[in-house]
């Protein structure tokens, strides 16, 4: 892998907001080729020779290079993971094009968000919807006021999206920007819609 790939790599991840294609073993080739370039400078008998000095100027500039391609994929990386927590969308295609460890990156950012939304709001929401607050700003259990029960979550169901589909708003208020063959949660009602018309394919455990 030489400098001129990883700079058009670069310039391919800075064009677009997706990944672009790159080859799963390009961290390896990039520190066997590093290693043939320190093993030439070391081989110089001048360390000060124009030789010499250009090749450091290019480990240099190789090290600078892939330090840019892991902070731009990792940040992109980071907002899929991000978006999949919270829409529970999945982009097959970008997922295909991580590299291994990317992908580890993105299951355990993933994994850590929704740890983290356990333990830091999921205990909190509960009690908020159990609570009704009067105009005095006094807080009263829902039960003492038959007529305000505590919310009822929405049904859902898992589909697999069959073709494409414009973006729609979900009765739960989200927008849904789904593609063929993404794998998400949707509300019931959303979902049967989307079955009947054969856009999508209910595969939700438990339901025919």
């Known amino acids: 892998m030489k400098l001129d790939e990883l700079r058009i790599i670069v310039l391919n991840e800075r064009?677009?907001?997706?990944?672009?294609?790159?080859?799963?073993?390009?961290?390896?080739?990039?520190?066997?080729?590093?290693?043939?370039?320190?093993?030439?400078?070391?081989?110089?008998?001048?360390?000060?020779s124009d030789q010499a000095q250009t090749l450091m100027e290019e480990v240099a500039a190789m090290r600078e290079t892939i330090r840019d391609i892991f902070r731009i994929r990792s940040r992109k990386v980071l907002s899929l993971a991000a978006l999949q927590t919270e829409s529970h969308i999945a982009d097959r295609d970008e997922i295909r094009?991580?590299?291994?460890?990317?992908?580890?990156m993105y299951d355990g950012?993933?994994?850590v968000i929704n740890a983290a939304r356990q333990g830091m709001v999921?205990?909190?929401?509960?009690r908020i919807e159990a609570e009704v607050v009067e105009p005095a700003g006094t807080a009263v259990p829902a039960a003492a006021d038959p007529g305000?029960?505590?919310?009822?979550?929405?049904?859902?169901?898992?589909?697999?999206?069959l073709q494409e589909i414009d973006p729609f708003v979900g009765i739960d208020g989200r927008v849904y920007a789904l593609r063929k063959?993404?794998?998400?949660?949707?509300?019931?009602r959303n979902a049967d819609v989307l079955v009947e018309r054969n856009i999508a394919l209910n595969i939700t455990p438990g339901t025919l």
């Open 181 to 188: 063959e993404d794998v998400v949660t949707l509300p019931a």
């Open 15 to 48: 064009e677009t907001g997706r990944l672009s294609e790159m080859p799963p073993d390009l961290y390896e080739k990039v520190r066997e080729h590093l290693k043939g370039l320190q093993e030439q400078v070391y081989a110089c008998r001048d360390p000060l």
């Open 109 to 111: 950012i993933a994994r």
């Open 97 to 104: 094009k991580m590299l291994p460890a990317e992908r580890e």
């Open 148 to 161: 305000c029960g505590p919310v009822e979550p929405l049904p859902i169901r898992l589909v697999r999206i």
């Open 122 to 126: 999921a205990e909190v929401a509960p």
